[in-house]
C-alpha cells in the first residue's frame, strides 16, 4: 500500500483534525455534523470526516458552487420530468450534466441526505396534506433542516388499469376481483397513496397481494402494458403515457426537495424554465393529469431562513 505524501490529510479526518482543516473549532463542527450541515459519519461512537467530501462542501459553499455543471434529480418517477429532464441534457450536450434516477420518494430523499443526489422528488398524500406529509418526511433527516421543498404539479394520482379491468369504477369494486397487482416498494409515494385510499375504503392492504413489486411508476405502468399484471398504483400520467385506463383516488403534491446550494444553482432554474416551456405545458396537456399553476413556488424555505427566489 502506498504511504501518503508527507503532509497531506488523511483521507477521513478525526474531529480535531477536521476542525483543523476547516478552521472551526469543535465545538462548532460537532453542531454542523450533528445537524447534517457537514458530510461525516459515525463510527465506534466517535465522528470521522471524509476529505473528499469536506472539499467538495466548502466549494459549494461558494459562489456558484464546484458542482454547478451538474444536477442529479432522484426520488419519484414522473413522465413529464423524465421528457424534459431528457430534452434539458440535450439541448445542454457537453455543457452540463442533467440526470434522473427515479428511485421512490423515501429512497430518493436518503440518496440526498448521503449527497449522492443534488435534488429529490417527492409526493406523499392527497395534497391538501402534503405540506405537512412533506415537512414530516424532511424532518427524518438532519440535514433537511437545510432543504426547501419546491413545487413542480399537483398530479392525479390512483390506479393504472389494464384491458381486463378497464371498466373498474371505484377501488372497492377493484378489490374484489381477483387481479395481478403490480406493487411498488415500502417508500414509494404511490404505493403510500394506495394503502391509504385502502383504508379510507375499509379495504386492507393484505387482501391485494402483489403480483411482482417494481421500481417505479413507469415501470409498473409498462408491465400492465404488456398484460403481465392487471393494475398498479400510479399518476394518470404514467397510464396516458402507455394509453391505458386509469382510475383516479385523488390529486397530491409532486414537489422538489432542494438543498439551499442547489437551489440557486443556475442548472436548477433552468429545469423549472424547461417545465414551464410550451412545450413541457403541450406535453403535460396530452398525458393530462397535471396542474402546474403552482411550478416553482417554494412550499417550504429550510429553518435555517434567507431569502428564497431565483438567482
Request: aromatic share 6%; proline share 6%.
Amino acid at each position: 500500500m502506498a504511504e501518503r505524501p508527507a503532509g497531506e490529510a488523511p483521507e477521513y479526518l478525526t474531529a480535531k483534525q477536521a476542525a483543523a482543516y476547516l478552521q472551526l473549532n469543535e465545538k462548532k463542527l460537532y453542531e454542523l455534523a450533528a445537524s447534517g450541515e457537514v458530510p461525516a459519519t459515525r463510527a465506534t461512537g466517535k465522528w470521522l470526516f471524509p476529505r473528499r467530501l469536506l472539499d467538495e462542501w466548502l466549494l459549494e459553499g461558494a459562489h456558484g458552487g464546484a458542482l454547478a455543471d451538474r444536477l442529479v434529480l432522484a426520488g419519484a418517477d414522473d413522465p413529464l420530468l423524465a421528457a424534459v429532464v431528457a430534452t434539458l441534457a440535450a439541448d445542454l450536450g457537453g455543457q452540463a450534466l442533467v440526470a434522473y434516477s427515479p428511485t421512490g420518494t423515501r429512497l430518493g430523499l436518503a440518496l440526498l441526505a448521503a449527497r449522492r443526489a443534488s435534488a429529490a422528488a417527492i409526493h406523499w398524500g392527497p395534497v391538501e396534506a402534503s405540506r405537512g406529509a412533506h415537512a414530516q418526511l424532511l424532518r427524518e433527516h438532519p440535514a433537511g433542516r437545510g432543504w426547501a421543498i419546491v413545487r413542480m404539479a399537483n398530479r392525479a394520482q390512483g390506479v393504472i388499469l389494464g384491458r381486463a379491468v378497464a371498466g373498474a369504477q371505484t377501488l372497492g369494486a377493484l378489490a374484489a376481483r381477483e387481479v395481478r397487482w403490480a406493487m411498488r416498494p415500502p417508500g414509494s409515494g404511490s404505493q403510500h397513496y394506495l394503502e391509504s385510499a385502502l383504508r379510507e375504503a375499509g379495504v386492507p392492504a393484505a387482501a391485494l397481494p402483489a403480483h411482482a413489486v417494481v421500481a417505479s411508476a413507469r415501470e409498473a405502468a409498462a408491465l400492465v402494458a404488456r398484460g403481465e399484471a392487471d393494475c398498479a398504483p400510479g399518476p394518470a400520467s404514467a397510464a396516458a403515457e402507455l394509453g391505458l385506463a386509469f382510475l383516479p383516488l385523488g390529486w397530491e403534491a409532486f414537489d422538489f426537495v432542494v438543498p439551499r446550494p442547489v437551489f440557486f444553482r443556475s442548472l436548477f432554474h433552468r429545469l423549472l424554465d424547461a417545465l414551464r416551456a410550451e412545450r413541457a405545458r403541450a406535453l403535460a396537456g396530452r398525458l393530462g393529469g397535471y396542474d402546474l399553476s403552482e411550478l416553482g413556488r417554494v412550499v417550504a424555505a429550510p429553518e435555517s431562513g434567507g431569502a428564497w427566489g431565483a438567482p
